[in-house]
C-alpha cells in the first residue's frame, strides 16, 4: 500500500483553558497580565486550547466571537459540553440546552475553528441501559458537529462501546488518570479517523478523591512519564488518524503548559508513518 508521512505538526498540543491567574506566578505569563491579554500571549506557544469555562456556563455567541477575533486563523478551539448535559441533566431539558450550546457556538462553526465539542462524562455514568439511551440520543442532537467523547467509567471500555463511536466518527477520548480502581483506562483506542484526543489529568492519587480541583489536578509529570506516553500511546494512535490534539489539564501552579511544551520538545523532527 502506499504510505504516507504523518509528521507531528499534525499533532496539536495545548491546555485545558488558559485564563489562570497562578500562571503568572508560575511565570508564563508577565507580571500583572490582565485575563483579556492571556489568549493572545497564550498563541503564541500553542495553537490550540480547551475551553473549560463552557462546562459551567453556557457560551455565549457574543463572547466565543471575540476570541475567534483574538487568535490567527489557524488557531483551534475545543469546547467542553455544559454540565447541565452531562452532569446536572433534569428529564428532557437538556433538548433545550441542546439548542442553546448549538447557538453560542455558532461563531467557531462559522469560523471553521472548532476543533471538538468535548463531551466529558462524570465518574458515576456507567454503562447502564439508561445511560447508554441518553448517550444516544444525546450524540444524535449533536449531530453535525465534531464530537470527543470522555468517559470516566470503566464500564464503558468494551468493543461494542468503541464500534458504535468508531460508525459515528466519533472521537473516544484517550485520558491520562491516577490508576485507581474502576477509573476508564489511558487506551491506544481510535475510533475517529479523522482526530484523536488525549486529556492528561495528572496522577495525584490522594487528591483525586479530594473534592479540591486545586490538589486533584496539582500534579506534574516527569520526563519519563512524558516519554513514556509519548512512544506507548500518542505515536501509535497519531499514525492512525488526520490529526490529534493533547491537553494538559494539570494546571495547578502552571504545570500544564510547562509540561506541554516538555512534551513538544520530544516530538521527533519526522512522525511514525501511517498508511493510506
Not at 448535559?85 to 441542546?98: F, Q
Not at 478523591?209 to 490538589?215: F, L
Amino acid at each position: 500500500m502506499e504510505q504516507r508521512l504523518n509528521r507531528f505538526q499534525d499533532v496539536l498540543v495545548g491546555t485545558s483553558g488558559y485564563s489562570y491567574v497562578e500562571w503568572i506566578d508560575a511565570g508564563f505569563y508577565p507580571p500583572a497580565t490582565p485575563q483579556k491579554a492571556m489568549l493572545a500571549l497564550y498563541q503564541e506557544s500553542f495553537r490550540v486550547t480547551e475551553l473549560n469555562y463552557t462546562w459551567y456556563q453556557m457560551p455565549r455567541a457574543t463572547a466565543i466571537e471575540r476570541m475567534c477575533a483574538r487568535v490567527a486563523q489557524e488557531f483551534r478551539f475545543a469546547v467542553k459540553l455544559t454540565r447541565t448535559m452531562t452532569h446536572e441533566v433534569v428529564d428532557d431539558r437538556w433538548r433545550g440546552e441542546v439548542k442553546r450550546y448549538r447557538q453560542g457556538l455558532d461563531p467557531l462553526v462559522r469560523s471553521g475553528k472548532l476543533l471538538a465539542v468535548l463531551i466529558q462524562f462524570p465518574f458515576s455514568f456507567n454503562r447502564s441501559i439508561r445511560h447508554r439511551q441518553y448517550l444516544a440520543a444525546l450524540l444524535e442532537a449533536l449531530a453535525g458537529l465534531p464530537l470527543a467523547v470522555e468517559f470516566r467509567h470503566d464500564s464503558w471500555a468494551c468493543d461494542s462501546v468503541f464500534a458504535e463511536l468508531e460508525k459515528r466518527k466519533i472521537t473516544l477520548v484517550s485520558v491520562d488518570m491516577p490508576p485507581l480502581a474502576h477509573l476508564f483506562p489511558c487506551l491506544a483506542v481510535v475510533t475517529n479517523p479523522g482526530l484523536v484526543y488525549l486529556r492528561f489529568h495528572g496522577r495525584n492519587i490522594r487528591g483525586w478523591g479530594s473534592g479540591s480541583m486545586q490538589h486533584q489536578f496539582d500534579y506534574d509529570y516527569t520526563d519519563e512519564e512524558l516519554g513514556e506516553r509519548l512512544e506507548r500511546v500518542i505515536t501509535p494512535m497519531a499514525a492512525k488518524a488526520e490529526q490529534s490534539a493533547l491537553f494538559f489539564n494539570n494546571h495547578v501552579r502552571g504545570q500544564a503548559p510547562k509540561n506541554a511544551r516538555t512534551l513538544m520538545a520530544m516530538f521527533p523532527e519526522q512522525g511514525p508513518v501511517k498508511k493510506a
